[in-house]
């Protein structure tokens, strides 16, 4: 059995997640023989100077009806935020693994279903549709298909919106991709591997937003917290709670993150361009399963990559440096020393962030011209590369109301790449998340 270690951290947003178990090969999708294993999820968040955040804290009370209630509001806001310090978000330190679903959405997330005896994928009428978060932060042990988390977001200036973004000047903010690992030699010796690209292909981020007013009892307890700022006099963003149905009042907006859209591993010829992905949705009128367009909620991403740390200097140099006269060390502890102790989890300043496309309605107007692709030679010639998505935003931010944002983190089945034809080798992830806001 063969498992793929998936470790996202970084000085912006970090996710440390363990053991994807894959086996066998299926079209569409990889087919998961058992429920893998993450442990622990520190996150961190940054939101340069235009914005800032704070950390999602509950309460349990019990309404008059007896009911237990989760009252929600946000803690002390700043420029960065690092969720391993709070205990609210104690929970993703002991998580099942993630296996790929599908949502267009992140309301309705589509489970994908195998024969009990071939292990062969079923047909998408035999797929189960979660929309309670029954299949979300599910502890080991349990079948965990993707992560979610909510933070609060406030601008203090102006009305902006907020996006995903990075610095076209410095290539630093928004990148996921592959940490290669240490392997140790016969002779003791170590080296790093090359990474396969396979799940930083299919990642995705999405962030679920609406402005439904919080309620009296949550405004409340956030002006007797110790984070309590007296300009903001109301909240914003209710959600359901996990074993709830899916009932968010009012509108709501979801944006999907794809940080690796020029990455195909899986299919070389395709590499460095674009390949549409539709994922699957419930229809609600059918009540059937289909796929969407999801063109207008889509911010696409070119795949980052390594920096030259200097004249003839790159990682291997550091990593080289780092495991010196430590030959007693196994291969697992010269990559986490390597990346946790000598680089001090401080990966983004060796990566050079991947530009966004200016307008997904561009990328998808030359993908339907030639059947859901867009070649690398079209992509460099005819499309513009920016640093942020200005047709798709994740919310508007008015000013001096925090805003209540739920995001998400998964494999997307329905992605061209979300394939297992060779085997893949264990590999570490680095995600980092730079949230921008802008004027229209």
Not at 193 to 219: D, W, Y
Not at 261 to 270: E, G, N, V
């Amino acid at each position: 059995m063969r498992k793929i270690y998936i470790k996202l951290a970084s000085s912006l947003l970090s996710v440390l997640m363990a053991l994807v178990m894959v086996a066998g090969a299926s079209y569409a999708w990889m087919t998961i023989s058992e429920s893998p294993a993450v442990n622990g999820i520190n996150v961190s968040i940054g939101g340069g100077n235009t914005i800032l955040l704070a950390p999602d804290l509950t309460e349990k009370l019990t309404d008059q009806n007896g009911n237990e209630v989760i009252l929600h509001y946000p803690g002390t806001f700043d420029e960065k935020l690092n969720l391993s310090q709070y205990d609210t978000y104690s929970y993703l330190e002991n998580l099942a693994g993630l296996s790929p679903v599908s949502t267009a959405d992140g309301v309705h997330w589509i489970l994908p279903s195998y024969d009990p005896n071939t292990g062969k994928l079923l047909d998408t009428d035999d797929f189960t549709v979660d929309y309670t978060l029954s299949a979300g932060n599910s502890t080991e042990g349990e079948n965990g298909s993707y992560v979610y988390l909510d933070f609060w977001v406030v601008s203090p200036g102006a009305e902006y919106v907020l996006r995903v973004a990075t610095d076209v000047k410095t290539d630093q903010g928004s990148f996921l991709v592959e940490l290669p690992e240490a392997q140790k030699n016969k002779d003791g010796s170590f080296e790093l591997t090359e990474p396969s690209g396979q799940i930083a292909s299919v990642a995705r981020v999405g962030f679920l937003v609406n402005h439904q007013t919080g309620s009296t009892a949550e405004m409340e307890l956030y002006s007797r917290s110790s984070g309590y700022n007296s300009r903001y006099k109301k909240l914003q963003g209710v959600y359901p709670e996990a074993g709830d149905e899916a009932n968010i009042q009012g509108a709501q907006q979801f944006t999907i993150y794809e940080p690796n859209a020029t990455l195909h591993p899986s299919i070389p010829d395709q590499q460095g361009g674009y390949i549409v992905t539709k994922p699957l949705t419930l229809d609600q009128e059918t009540q059937t399963i289909t796929e969407a367009d999801v063109s207008s909620i889509l911010t696409a991403q070119r795949s980052g990559s390594w920096r030259n740390l200097g004249e003839d200097v790159w990682l291997e140099d550091l990593f080289k440096a780092s495991v010196a006269g430590k030959g007693n060390m196994s291969a697992q502890e010269a990559t986490s020393n390597f990346y946790q102790e000598y680089l001090e989890g401080l990966i983004n300043p060796y990566i050079a962030a991947g530009r966004f496309f200016d307008r997904t309605a561009e990328l998808y107007q030359k993908a339907e011209q030639n059947g859901g692709k867009v070649t690398a030679q079209v992509l460099d010639d005819q499309l513009v590369s920016a640093g942020a998505t200005k047709d798709v935003d994740i919310t508007t931010l008015h000013r001096n109301i925090p805003q209540r944002i739920r995001m998400f983190i998964w494999l997307e089945g329905q992605d061209a790449d979300c394939v297992n034809t060779q085997s893949v080798e264990a590999a570490n992830f680095s995600l980092g998340i730079e949230l921008s806001g802008a004027t229209k």
